[in-house]
């Protein structure tokens, strides 16, 4: 008995100091939950009549107006996550507000993602500047689809909004769900993922091997893409409300800034981007055409080798098999609350914003920075994609036009589901070969230089059918023999003059497709590597299948296919590389 009472003694005599500990940390949690005002139950009511469900967060002592923090998003996530960022918000001397778009967590209307979220940014903010903790400054900042809002808060501009930080921001229609006018698989089962409930159904958005079994039944059966849902069994009312809009329609337009909008944007930005982001082409969509309709507006940004998601948890050490320099990471939250109180609270610069464009380069451990996207190179190596063969399966890139004129003859059967064409996705990164089934063309070993920026090409071919969807890879070959991934482009040849209006190709005429919305990226090229790019038709498991009959693409199906696909590409055709050299 007495070795018992002993033991007890000892026990408390070393739990002790661990009780006491967490009493304090109970103590001081208690003490810092009580600092501030929480308001999670807010409804917002448009002007429209829709409802907005939203939370505000600010601090007890804050007696004066404060600038606010506005996120805004369609995914309702932990609240107790959420709530956190808002009292970060709160901690650094802003009112933290969170809001969910139309129709999510209390909102009672229906949920229509990218629709209405532009007209019901504006009547958020307008609200937040009618709050009497607000000081008339409202910055916003968040990724993805909240990088998207941001932008489409912009569209018609309200005067309390001072600034927008986006991370990796979507632009609906042109980096998703289809990419120049192809349909792209992944967002299928998004649709499912925020549109099923006023959260997230994240059983059904987890169920990789359910969307997976139903795309390689789709590609196996040859049916119309349009009748993916009826494999699927479950309707998807999203995914038919997009594909019939397969144009960059006044539908899609209507969503984002588009054209002259641009000119009424006129508060700083500062946008946060990734070389290997899949939606790329969006955020940068955005800035080039803000500084075309309006060059006066300061706008910056941040890029390096980053996905989607890495950009926003600011980098990350390995992208798709590719370890990135260890400079290349950075803490995004705190840049983004230095570039907030530059802005809202007249702060000095933040340090990291070397010029308006700062970009980590690929091979190296150093960061550039230039005034411009287009400034980021010297000069374009013009490459011809020649006829004439440096071995078996690979012909020349050629820094001088061809004298006499040819082509090269690709032959694809639609219907042969044995084989798939255009490996175009970057990962891995890095590779000890390259698919053989599009036509490969290499360079002379070059010196050491920078790619730096979006590659451009212009390609003439002919056809026997009236479309078709078209790949071009672009690699560093290294003097190793390793295949780096640098850029791509995939594009629908009938929007390629124009991706508002389809305009079908004449069989057997020579057509040309010019294009630029490729992926920016920045790689120092070893001296000695190559530059590689594989010409190709897309075809594969993985986005919708064109086969070129005219008809409305998302209604082909196996049966359209009939004779394959015959295509001249000829030799006077080339991409342009931005280097510094």
């Known amino acids: 008995m007495k070795a018992y009472t002993g033991i007890l003694i000892l026990l408390n005599f070393l739990l002790a100091?661990?009780?006491?500990?967490?009493?304090?940390?109970?103590?001081?949690?208690?003490?810092?939950?009580?600092i501030y005002i929480i308001?999670?139950?807010?409804?917002?009511?448009?002007?429209?009549?829709?409802?907005?469900?939203?939370?505000?967060?600010?601090?007890?002592?804050?007696?004066?107006?404060?600038?606010?923090?506005?996120?805004?998003?369609?995914?309702?996530?932990?609240?107790?996550?959420?709530?956190?960022?808002?009292?970060?918000?709160?901690?650094?001397?802003?009112?933290?507000?969170?809001?969910?778009?139309?129709?999510?967590?209390?909102?009672?209307s229906?949920?229509?993602?990218?629709?209405?979220?532009?007209?019901?940014?504006?009547?958020?903010?307008?609200?937040?500047?009618?709050?009497?903790?607000?000081?008339?400054?409202?910055?916003?900042?968040?990724?993805?689809?909240?990088?998207?809002?941001?932008?489409?808060?912009?569209?018609?501009?309200?005067?309390?909004?001072?600034?927008?930080?986006?991370?990796?921001?979507?632009?609906?229609?042109?980096?998703?769900?289809?990419?120049?006018?192809?349909?792209?698989?992944?967002?299928?089962e998004w649709s499912f993922y925020v549109g099923n409930n006023k959260y997230l159904d994240n059983k059904t958005g987890d169920d990789r091997k359910r969307f997976r079994n139903m795309m390689?039944?789709?590609?196996?059966?040859?049916?119309?893409?349009?009748?993916?849902?009826?494999?699927?069994?479950t309707p998807n009312r999203l995914f038919q409300r997009w594909i019939s809009h397969p144009a960059f329609d006044s539908y899609w337009q209507n969503m984002a800034p588009y054209k002259e909008d641009f000119a009424g944007i006129n508060i700083p930005v500062l946008a946060f981007d990734g070389y290997y982001n899949d939606s790329q082409n969006s955020g940068?969509?955005?800035?080039?055409?803000?500084?075309?309709y309006n060059p006066q507006t300061p706008a910056y940004l941040v890029i390096g080798p980053y996905g989607h998601f890495g950009t926003q948890m600011g980098g990350q050490e390995v992208i798709n098999g590719y370890t990135v320099s260890k400079n290349a990471l950075f803490p995004i939250r705190e840049y983004t609350y230095q570039w907030l109180d530059y802005i809202l609270k007249g702060a000095e610069k933040p340090s990291f914003l070397k010029d308006k464009i700062n970009y980590q380069v690929m091979g190296t451990d150093e960061w550039r920075s230039a005034p411009s996207i287009d400034a980021m190179h010297n000069r374009y190596l013009k490459l011809y994609l020649s006829s004439a063969k440096v071995s078996d399966d690979k012909y020349l890139l050629s820094p001088n036009k061809p004298?006499?004129?040819?082509?090269?003859?690709?032959?694809?059967?639609?219907?042969?589901?044995?084989?798939?064409?255009?490996?175009?996705?970057?990962?891995?990164?890095?590779?000890?070969?390259?698919?053989?089934?599009?036509?490969?063309?290499?360079?002379?070993?070059?010196?050491?230089?920078?790619?730096?920026?979006?590659?451009l090409g212009n390609i003439k071919f002919s056809i026997n059918k009236k479309d078709a969807d078209i790949g071009v890879t672009l690699y560093e070959l290294t003097p190793e023999g390793k295949y780096f991934h640098l850029s791509y482009?995939?594009?629908?040849?009938?929007?390629?003059?124009?991706?508002?209006?389809?305009?079908?190709?004449?069989?057997?005429?020579?057509?040309?497709?010019?294009?630029?919305?490729?992926?920016?990226?920045?790689?120092?090229?070893?001296?000695?590597?190559?530059?590689v790019v594989v010409l190709n038709i897309n075809k594969n498991p993985f986005s919708e299948l064109n086969y070129g009959s005219g008809k409305t693409v998302a209604s082909e199906t196996i049966a359209d296919a009939k004779e394959p696909l015959i295509i001249h590409w000829f030799n006077d055709s080339f991409v342009e590389i931005p280097v510094l050299q």
């Not at 661990?18 to 304090?24: E, F, V």
């Not at 594009?491 to 209006?501: H, L, V």
């Open 17 to 34: 100091p661990i009780l006491q500990a967490q009493q304090t940390l109970w103590g001081s949690r208690q003490e810092k939950e009580s």
């Open 489 to 531: 482009y995939i594009g629908r040849a009938s929007y390629a003059r124009d991706n508002t209006k389809r305009q079908l190709l004449t069989p057997g005429k020579k057509e040309t497709i010019t294009f630029e919305n490729t992926h920016l990226v920045s790689k120092q090229l070893q001296k000695g590597s190559r530059l």
């Open 39 to 108: 308001q999670d139950s807010v409804m917002i009511r448009t002007r429209d009549g829709a409802e907005i469900s939203a939370m505000v967060v600010r601090k007890k002592n804050d007696n004066v107006p404060l600038p606010v923090i506005l996120q805004f998003t369609i995914y309702v996530r932990d609240q107790g996550r959420d709530i956190q960022s808002l009292k970060e918000a709160a901690d650094r001397g802003y009112i933290g507000v969170m809001a969910y778009t139309r129709g999510k967590r209390f909102s009672q």
């Open 403 to 455: 004298e006499t004129k040819k082509y090269l003859v690709q032959k694809i059967d639609f219907a042969d589901r044995t084989t798939s064409n255009n490996d175009y996705y970057p990962d891995p990164i890095i590779r000890e070969s390259i698919s053989g089934n599009g036509y490969v063309f290499i360079s002379e070993p070059l010196d050491a230089m920078l790619v730096n920026g979006s590659f």
């Open 216 to 233: 390689f039944r789709w590609w196996e059966t040859g049916v119309a893409y349009g009748k993916m849902d009826s494999i699927d069994g």
């Open 110 to 188: 229906e949920i229509f993602p990218y629709e209405t979220d532009g007209k019901d940014a504006y009547d958020v903010i307008d609200w937040i500047s009618r709050q009497p903790w607000c000081n008339g400054k409202i910055g916003m900042y968040g990724g993805s689809y909240n990088g998207f809002t941001q932008w489409a808060a912009a569209k018609k501009l309200h005067p309390a909004l001072k600034t927008i930080v986006p991370y990796v921001a979507n632009r609906p229609g042109m980096g998703l769900p289809m990419e120049n006018n192809i349909f792209i698989n992944p967002n299928y």
């Open 284 to 292: 940068i969509y955005y800035l080039r055409e803000l500084n075309k």
